[in-house]
């Protein structure tokens, strides 16, 4: 489900209202969001305006930044379904101004939309392949055999996948075609999002997911990005507010380079591995992550100012994966 985030400047704006603008999951039902608006009506998250500068096309980096998709809510002898719908396509976006590139996608962008569900629901994921190649989704978490998602679909076919999403924490999807490192470096993958039975406390919540290029074929990545477009978030830096808790839902899915680490400038924060703790573990302001690990990072700046967020292995953070905080002062009113 494909949802703008545009907010009036310098106003506050509740979880309620986040879900009545359609900001988590513009297809789903109100009764599918009860149990998040009613733990979290009281909670007051204030969200900078996004630059009126920014595009707002598919292949936006801001989007993918806080979108989360809550899939579509039905009801099916007594019980509740979450559902939603993936379609392969292939696309052509600009890396930047020189590179145009080739990407597979899901639901015609990279990364994948973010999905988003409470453990213990029932997920319905209704994949329909529009690729030219087979394509499948594999998700990580608790699943039969059957919604693996490792047998191929095959051009034009349609099939589904079901499950009850468990455990909580941070997952992920992605293409389970061999060769799975082209497959995934093209473009085919996403994060999915289970939430624990009692919501995490208020907070900004993004989602970065790094990731490489290999735009010349020799199994070697030639630029890297956050969210798909690289060096974006140096160009257009993510705004919070000092003194507000943020909360990252970080993955790594880099192909062809074995391990890539998360740095935050003039600051640290608290770890929660693969997001299946309700408690950190650790304080740090570098952490290392192998292929598909995932983490859930919280922090809140004391001062107003830029600061630099990207792996230190250098040559990642050189050649586009790359960031800005900008932590702006809020107002009083």
């Not at 589904?160 to 992920?172: C, K, N, S, T």
């Not at 993958?189 to 989602?207: H, L």
């Not at 974006?232 to 890539?260: G, W």
Request: hydrophobic share 35%.
């Amino acid at each position: 489900m494909h949802n703008r985030f545009v907010l009036n400047k310098d106003k506050i704006w509740s979880r309620r209202q986040f879900l009545k603008l359609g900001l988590v999951g513009a297809g789903a039902s109100s009764a599918g969001l009860l149990w998040l608006s009613l733990t979290q009506s009281k909670s007051r998250i204030k969200i900078p305006p996004i630059d009126d500068e920014i595009p707002a096309d598919r292949q936006n980096p801001m989007k993918v930044l806080r979108n989360f998709d809550y899939g579509t809510i039905k009801q099916e002898n007594g019980r509740k379904i979450r559902e939603f719908r993936i379609t392969a396509t292939n696309e052509t976006i600009d890396l930047n101004s020189a590179v145009s590139f080739n990407v597979w996608t899901y639901n015609g962008q990279v990364p994948g939309p973010t999905l988003r569900a409470k453990v213990g629901d029932r997920v319905r994921i209704i994949f329909l392949n529009k690729g030219g190649h087979s394509h499948s989704m594999h998700f990580h978490g608790t699943h039969p055999a059957t919604s693996d998602g490792v047998r191929p679909v095959t051009n034009g076919k349609e099939t589904i996948y079901e499950f009850d999403a468990e455990p909580y924490g941070v997952q992920l999807y992605h293409c389970h075609i061999e060769p799975v490192t082209r497959h995934i470096s093209k473009g085919l993958y996403g994060m999915f999002i289970i939430d624990p039975p009692q919501p995490r406390p208020p907070a900004d919540e993004m989602v970065l997911i790094m990731a490489g290029y290999d735009i010349n074929g020799d199994d070697k990545n030639e630029l890297y990005a956050f969210n798909g477009i690289p060096e974006y978030y140096m160009d257009h830096p993510i705004r919070i507010y000092q003194n507000q808790l943020v909360r990252l839902y970080v993955l790594n899915l880099i192909e062809f380079d074995v391990a890539a680490t998360f740095h935050l400038h003039a600051n640290f924060f608290q770890v929660y591995p693969t997001g299946m703790t309700l408690k950190p573990t650790h304080e740090t302001d570098v952490i290392t992550m192998g292929t598909a690990e995932r983490h859930i990072l919280e922090f809140s700046y004391k001062y107003p100012g830029k600061y630099m967020f990207h792996p230190h292995q250098d040559i990642f953070a050189e050649h586009g994966c790359m960031g800005n905080f900008e932590v702006i002062e809020r107002s009083r009113s």
